[in-house]
């Protein structure tokens, strides 16, 4: 198949490949309406380290509703230098209902969506042992976990973000009161005018209203990632209701119990496999910091070394982005504490 180039926002001079994954071919699912969709995917970085498998393979699964154009910062910060695109080679995707990807009739389901990531590495032929660095956030950490329970032996290191293991009925995995409130809006608010309650929802009020240390202008916080939300929306496809309901159906179904997450932290986190890292914000209106908790526990109920577990403070939900620097060199370190946790063994 020859690959499609939809319109990106990420720069081509770094870009290494990307296109349209057949995800229904690959299956021969072509006749199923529930699953006939492709997955959008770019890879970043050095082409020639990663042929001469050099690189260290860092996957982005992005969260609910949001396309994989949400992992800007970590794109820029990965790609920003020749040593950076030498040691990482980054693939970011968009989930089925969402940016490039195609949009199959719901409701899905966060096994269903890791399964699309399978097939996705899969097509990239990025099958060898302890060869993944797999980060999720939000939505994406709930497919991430349930991308570690199929595949465990390929993952080296494991980031879960703000995100939760679920809970075996539905509106137990509701958001907390101000998340679900402000999700019911912007489900119904015109795409360029749901900026300021994205704000409000993803961020704590304090560091919106800081000065963006970063910016040359001297803006605000809130300032800079209005015009970074509005940036992203121009350049996104809109997303059908379709896509948006459904992946908040998985979201709300999704369920992966204490059995399977030691299973998890066995196969991925324990000494002589790899790591697993959970981080989470003390500031979350979307996922309850409770659930990061939970999370770890579940990991850990056979090694207590099983799982590195931080919260940081005055962080919300858009972790990703409001501690960009911190959370690129968690993620380093990440790759790192794989690599030497193998090797101690």
Same mark, same amino acid.
């Given at each position: 198949?020859s690959?499609?180039?939809?319109?990106?926002?990420?720069?081509?001079?770094?870009?290494?490949?990307?296109?349209?994954?057949?995800?229904?071919?690959?299956?021969?699912?072509?006749? +199923?309406?529930?699953?006939?969709?492709?997955? #959008?995917?770019?890879?970043?970085?050095? @082409? *020639? %380290?990663? $042929?001469?498998?050099?690189?260290?393979?860092?996957?982005?699964?992005?969260?609910?509703n949001?396309?994989?154009?949400?992992?800007?910062?970590?794109?820029?910060?990965?790609?920003?230098?020749?040593?950076?695109?030498?040691?990482?080679?980054?693939?970011?995707?968009?989930?089925?209902?969402?940016? +490039?990807?195609?949009?199959?009739r719901?409701? #899905?389901?966060?096994?269903?969506?890791? @399964? *699309? %990531?399978? $097939?996705?590495?899969?097509?990239?032929?990025?099958?060898?042992?302890?060869?993944?660095?797999?980060?999720?956030?939000s939505?994406?950490?709930?497919?991430?976990?349930?991308?570690?329970?199929?595949?465990?032996?390929?993952?080296?290191?494991?980031?879960?973000?703000?995100t939760?293991?679920?809970?075996?009925?539905?509106?137990?995995?509701?958001?907390?009161?101000?998340?679900?409130?402000?999700?019911a809006?912007?489900?119904?608010?015109?795409?360029?005018?749901?900026?300021?309650?994205?704000?409000?929802?993803?961020?704590?009020?304090?560091?919106?209203?800081?000065?963006?240390?970063?910016?040359?202008?001297?803006r605000?916080?809130?300032?800079?990632?209005?015009?970074?939300?509005?940036?992203?929306?121009?350049?996104?496809?809109?997303?059908?209701?379709?896509?948006?309901?459904?992946?908040?159906?998985?979201?709300?179904?999704?369920?992966?119990?204490?059995?399977?997450?030691?299973?998890?932290?066995?196969?991925?986190?324990?000494?002589?496999?790899?790591?697993?890292?959970v981080?989470?914000?003390?500031?979350?209106?979307?996922?309850?910091?409770?659930?990061?908790?939970?999370?770890?526990?579940?990991?850990?109920?056979?090694?207590?070394?099983?799982?590195?577990f931080?919260?940081?403070?005055?962080?919300?939900?858009?972790?990703?982005?409001?501690?960009?620097?911190?959370?690129?060199?968690?993620?380093?370190?990440?790759?790192?504490?794989?690599?030497?946790?193998?090797?101690a063994a």
């Amino acid at each position: 198949m020859s690959e499609a180039t939809p319109h990106t926002i990420f720069p081509e001079a770094h870009c290494i490949r990307k296109g349209l994954c057949p995800v229904t071919k690959l299956r021969h699912q072509e006749a +199923n309406p529930i699953e006939s969709h492709s997955i #959008y995917f770019e890879v970043h970085g050095d @082409a *020639d %380290a990663l $042929a001469r498998g050099e690189s260290h393979k860092l996957v982005f699964i992005m969260g609910l509703n949001s396309s994989s154009f949400a992992w800007k910062p970590q794109v820029e910060y990965f790609t920003s230098t020749p040593e950076l695109r030498a040691k990482y080679t980054v693939l970011v995707f968009d989930n089925r209902g969402v940016g +490039n990807s195609g949009t199959p009739r719901g409701p #899905y389901t966060t096994s269903g969506m890791a @399964a *699309d %990531a399978v $097939a996705l590495l899969d097509y990239l032929d990025w099958k060898k042992e302890r060869d993944l660095n797999i980060i999720g956030v939000s939505l994406g950490g709930m497919i991430s976990q349930e991308l570690a329970y199929l595949i465990p032996d390929r993952i080296s290191s494991l980031l879960l973000a703000v995100t939760t293991p679920g809970n075996p009925h539905w509106w137990q995995n509701m958001a907390p009161w101000y998340g679900l409130k402000t999700l019911a809006r912007l489900t119904f608010t015109p795409p360029e005018q749901r900026a300021p309650l994205a704000m409000d929802m993803l961020f704590p009020q304090a560091w919106l209203d800081e000065r963006d240390p970063d910016d040359p202008q001297g803006r605000t916080n809130r300032e800079v990632q209005i015009e970074e939300f509005h940036f992203r929306v121009k350049n996104t496809r809109p997303q059908q209701l379709m896509g948006h309901l459904s992946q908040m159906l998985a979201a709300l179904s999704h369920h992966v119990d204490v059995v399977r997450l030691s299973e998890i932290g066995r196969r991925v986190g324990a000494r002589g496999a790899g790591w697993i890292g959970v981080v989470c914000g003390d500031e979350d209106h979307l996922v309850a910091t409770s659930n990061s908790h939970r999370l770890v526990a579940g990991l850990r109920s056979t090694d207590d070394e099983i799982a590195d577990f931080e919260e940081w403070e005055g962080t919300g939900h858009g972790i990703h982005v409001q501690r960009r620097k911190k959370f690129s060199e968690l993620i380093e370190r990440g790759v790192r504490e794989g690599v030497a946790r193998r090797a101690a063994a």
